[in-house]
């Protein structure tokens, strides 16, 4: 059974800084390729930064980029996302997500962590 289990959201100040974690068990953690996504109220849910299931390459949207860091520790079985510089656009609920980067792959979602960024 696949288990995707997120941790570090939280209430923070503009400016500010968080790290979530993603904690997967039930998979063969180096063979998948792990993101974070997000979403805000009324909004669809967005890509925020993808690494590849070895580390080697990460991707990240434009509106996060030099902002939040992707990675990995395939020896504990989790993904990291370190954000700073946060801003209240980045207030959303954030999702762990894992597929095997074959097309058309099944997605494994977490339950999803809060972010809140306002003084």
């Known amino acids: 059974q696949v288990q995707l289990v997120e941790s570090g959201g939280g209430l923070v100040q503009p400016g500010g800084s968080l790290r979530l974690s993603c904690a997967a068990s039930?998979?063969?953690?180096?063979?998948?390729?792990m993101s974070w996504y997000r979403q805000a109220p009324g909004k669809e849910r967005e890509l925020v930064a993808l690494?590849?299931?070895?580390?080697?390459?990460?991707n990240y949207a434009d509106s996060v980029k030099g902002r939040f860091t992707i990675s990995r520790d395939n020896a504990k079985n989790t993904v990291y996302l370190q954000m700073n510089s946060l801003k209240p656009e980045d207030t959303a609920v954030y999702y762990c997500?894992?597929?095997?980067?074959?097309?058309?792959?099944?997605?494994?979602w977490g339950q999803g962590t809060q972010v809140t960024v306002s003084s």
């Open positions: 997500n894992a597929r095997l980067p074959v097309p058309g792959s099944f997605n494994y």
């Open positions: 039930g998979v063969t953690f180096g063979r998948y390729y």
């Open positions: 690494i590849t299931n070895l580390g080697f390459s990460t």
